[in-house]
């Protein structure tokens, strides 16, 4: 008898665990209809448009995934500017040997006036003799 009794008190507590369970997963798949539009057929509309950096380059780092959604001002890819930097450096000691030769020429221009002064007095001292 207690055996019949048992079985007959577990009926109900399993039958009640299957109804939670059920009731459960029922609002939220409930729920999940409500808050989400299923279809078949969606399309969406979207605009690819190119992207192309001032400067050629190789890829440093990607700062997005495929199929992405990017925004106004956000930063994409990082160019590797080790190339350009080099080209930068090149470039500034050429300034500098150029900024060099200037000062050079200066000195040059400073001293050919020296040298124009004096050879001026040397023609006046020399008709100044030949005066005399």
Do not use: C, W
Not at 38 to 67: C, H, M
Not at 74 to 84: F, K, M, P, S, Y
Not at 97 to 105: D, R, Y
């Amino acid at each position: 008898m207690e055996q019949t009794s048992k079985k007959k008190s577990l009926k109900p507590i399993i039958l009640a665990v299957v109804l939670l369970v059920g009731g459960y997963f029922g609002f939220k798949k409930i729920q999940f209809s409500v808050t989400h539009e299923t279809t078949d057929n969606a399309q969406i509309e979207t605009q690819i448009l190119p992207v192309l950096p001032r400067v050629s380059g190789y890829i440093k780092s990607l700062n997005i995934k495929d199929f992405d959604s990017v925004g106004k001002g956000q930063l994409l890819a990082e160019i590797d500017d080790a190339e350009l930097q080099a080209q930068l450096d090149e470039l500034k000691a050429a300034m500098q040997q150029a900024a060099t030769e200037v000062v050079n020429a200066q000195a040059t221009l400073q001293n050919a006036i020296a040298t124009l002064s004096v050879s001026k007095g040397n023609i006046t001292l020399s008709e100044v003799r030949r005066k005399k």
